[in-house]
């Protein structure tokens, strides 16, 4: 073989193997490395929704929590659950890299749900009831319990934001077949995690409530060891990334910092009298350009050069400086992200407690779980990923000419809108099971209403519809728009924006209990659900996210995508990527 044939067999953008010797492309990553990563992701959203979906219902059965308790505390854990990323990717991108920060989260992981298992397996670690008199949870058990949750949230802080990253690096952008290949891998990556939470729901919550919460914990839990196992024997086929910036975030700090003590000089004309990197030292470097936009043109300020500024300081480039402005920029659309995200608490928490209230039967001898109607979310979300892989993208991709066929901010407002309707129907539900306890003169907090739980379906599947743009939208749209070197980093706006979502929700429902339950007045959410009116709160929630889709669509037409180089094999393309065009139909930017 050649010099130049050894050469061309190596992956282009910098990747090495697990012996820091370059990638070679043809025996490492692609689909078949992924292969095993897909293994751990399904175990562990298996772990994650058979604790979250029926989480709300063991703190009231089992723990004896009133019902605005375990909403805030449900709220509060998944908040945590999805938080925590951010430290998981600052400490992945800046010190142990994706694969090592994964690998001792893992172990936390499975750590805490170990700890969660043995805590609704003892029966001292349980509060005991006599004579249907149940007493209230000790402060050990609820200490120890507790303890385990937030160990698995903490793990979760490590695997979250690393394994689909690791999985994305994988494929190789400069190489065209590859770079195709990638497009379509956060869909397949989110229905393995949506087949995993299909699992979950469907047979881990029917375990927990009928043959024990041990049992019910106890399985995912060795599968998660399973998974791990599986994830560490892909190790010698895996690609890594090389981390090219010991502390990349800095320049989030330098940006504004350096823009602030240049405020009082003149910015040229000429955005390319900015300072810059000649091209090649990105090729030599194995970093990315990422060319200049007129966005936020204060921060340019920073990468005056050193004789237009009098100064001896090195300024910061072009590349550094759009890096923050990207980061800046994704902010905007992420605060945009924080009402939708509440809605989707909804799922494991007010839903399921609604659900218990009507007819669960489905035949003489069997009863639904509440919390399994979730599986109609992950249901469709599976049915609806390959149709929009295989059908809506081609044939959009004919109409508009765009590999995505549509934009990423486009599929978000298209995934909103969807959501904007299942809101509307689950108040228009609610409303119909309100006239429905008139009717029947439905009062005690533990009676059944004569309406079947199926009624709750159609919310449950267009929120799984909706998450099939939104949800993989934003995944991809957080890595796709963060610069190279924080791409962990970058996707911890979809997580942080589900966890602030949870803690958001968390607050709502605490202040509206309290405000529209002061004195002798009806609680919009009481602990009888028959006997207040759920119905208000949904409709608040109509309104808050009609208003939250106008305000998105705002943001999105001023949104400005990364522009950078593409480098391809001998020599240089000076390709620019996600030049941004008006889209006049939606009024987003392409």
Known sequence: MSLMEAKADYTQDGTVDFHDQPAVTSKTGKWKACAFLVGYEAFERMAFYGVASNLVNYLTTQLHEDTVSSVRNVNNWSGSVWITPILGAYIADSYLGRFWTFTVSSLIYVLGMTLLTVAVSLKSLRPTCTNGICNKASTSQIAFFYTALYTMATGAGGTKPNISTFGADQFDDFNPNEKELKASFFNWWMFTSFLGALIATLGLVYIQENLGWGLGYGIPTAGLLLSLVIFYIGTPIYRHKVRKT????????????????????????????????????????????????????????????????????????????????????????????????????????????????????????????????????????????????????????????????????????????????????????????????????????????????????????????????????????????????????????????????????????????????????????????NDCHLDYYYGFLLVMSSVNLVVFLWVSSRYIYKRESVRVKEGLCVQMEGNPTLDASLGLQV
């Open 246 to 529: 010991k502390t990349p975030a800095r320049d989030l700090i330098r940006a504004p910092i350096a823009a602030f003590r240049n405020r009082k000089l003149q910015l040229p004309s000429n955005p390319s009298d900015l300072y810059e990197h000649d091209l090649q030292h990105y090729v030599n470097s194995g970093k990315r350009q990422v060319y200049h936009t007129p966005t936020l043109r204060f921060l340019d300020k920073a990468a005056i050069k050193e004789d237009s500024a009098g100064s001896t300081r090195v300024p910061l480039t072009v590349t550094q400086v759009e890096g923050a402005k990207l980061i800046f920029g994704m902010v905007l659309v992420w605060l945009v992200t924080l009402i939708p995200s509440t809605i989707w608490a909804q799922i494991n928490t007010l839903f399921v407690k609604q659900g218990t209230t009507l007819d669960r039967n489905l035949g003489p001898h069997f009863k639904i779980p509440s919390a399994s109607l979730g599986s109609f979310v992950t249901l469709s979300m599976l049915l609806s990923v390959p149709m929009y892989d295989w059908f809506f993208v081609p044939f959009m991709r004919q109409k508009t000419g765009h590999p995505r066929g549509i934009t990423l901010l486009q599929r978000l407002g298209i995934g909103f809108s969807i959501q904007i309707i299942a809101i509307a129907i689950a108040y228009a539900v609610e409303v119909r099971r309100m006239h429905v306890i008139r009717a029947n003169h439905v009062a005690g907090p533990k009676d059944i209403v004569p309406m079947s739980i199926f009624w709750l379906m159609p919310q449950y599947v267009l929120i799984g519809i909706a998450d099939v743009f939104n949800a993989i939208g934003l995944l991809e749209f957080f890595y796709d728009q963060s610069p190279e070197d924080m791409q962990s980093l970058g996707t911890t706006f979809f997580t942080s924006g589900i966890g602030v979502g949870n803690f958001l929700n968390s607050f709502l429902v605490t202040m509206v209990d309290k405000i529209t339950g002061r004195g002798d007045k009806k609680s919009w959410i009481g602990n009888n659900l």
